[in-house]
């Protein structure tokens, strides 16, 4: 399974935009990136995902680099709401069902 | 509110107790999950089922039994737990493969006492 890296805590601004990397060197051509977030204890919260182009919705936008080694979500207006960890994962697939392994994440404060 | 229900929310139990976690999702979705989150740790998965067939099975302890008896619903028996199996417990579900995300419910916290 491919292995994600990503910074374990970060800062932001309320108001500004937060910007959270994630590296996945080893990702396969047809493995997908997914972004999900976790607040304090509850289940965990789809925001976004891709294959390799670039995707917005109305959480979040998603870059994804052209050798597809490494992605940054990105919250455009952060809000204290946003507080939470956020996972970045490669998605496998065994026998349709998706394997999603959570890394230990990126915990992300915004400050007011 | 993601569609997928889990009960009880919170449980008490001790080692030689039975009791049984459920989980149940009416979002059309056939495969379904079992995490387990320790105090500051990652999501650990458990179990997957892919059209009520188990196909991964992380060296779960015996101790944990999951049960599908159809795609809507899912089931963890827990017997003989042990105090550091305390966790919360998260159920997902999904469509299979493609373009497609997990939803999760909002877990059970359980304590083993």
């Known amino acids: 399974d491919a292995k994600t890296t990503q910074p374990p805590s970060m800062d932001c601004a309320e108001g500004r935009a937060a910007n959270l990397p994630c590296n996945h060197s080893?990702?396969?051509?047809?493995?997908?990136v997914y972004w999900y977030r976790q607040i304090h204890s509850q289940g965990p919260q789809y925001i976004i995902h891709g294959l390799k182009n670039n995707e917005t919705n109305e959480m979040a936008s998603l870059i994804i680099t052209e050798d597809r080694k490494s992605s940054t979500l990105i919250l455009p207006h952060a809000t204290l709401r946003d507080t939470a960890v956020y996972y970045c994962?490669?998605?496998?697939?065994?026998?349709?069902?998706?394997?999603?392994?959570f890394g230990q994440g990126t915990r992300l404060t915004i400050n007011p | 509110e993601t569609g997928v229900t889990q009960t009880p929310r919170h449980l008490v139990m001790g080692m030689t107790n039975k009791k049984s976690l459920k989980c149940e999702q009416h979002l059309g979705h056939n495969a379904m999950y079992w995490y387990k989150q320790s105090a500051k740790k990652p999501l650990e998965l458990m179990f997957v089922y892919s059209l009520e067939e188990r196909v991964e099975n992380n060296s779960v302890p015996s101790r944990f039994s999951p049960e599908c008896p159809n795609s809507s619903h899912l089931f963890l028996h827990l017997h003989t737990l042990q105090p550091e199996d305390s966790a919360l417990y998260l159920c997902a579900s999904s469509h299979m493969g493609g373009n497609t995300e997990a939803f999760f419910g909002q877990g059970t916290r359980l304590t083993v006492v």
């Open positions: 080893t990702i396969s051509g047809n493995e997908y």
């Open positions: 994962i490669v998605r496998v697939i065994i026998q349709g069902a998706q394997k999603l392994v």
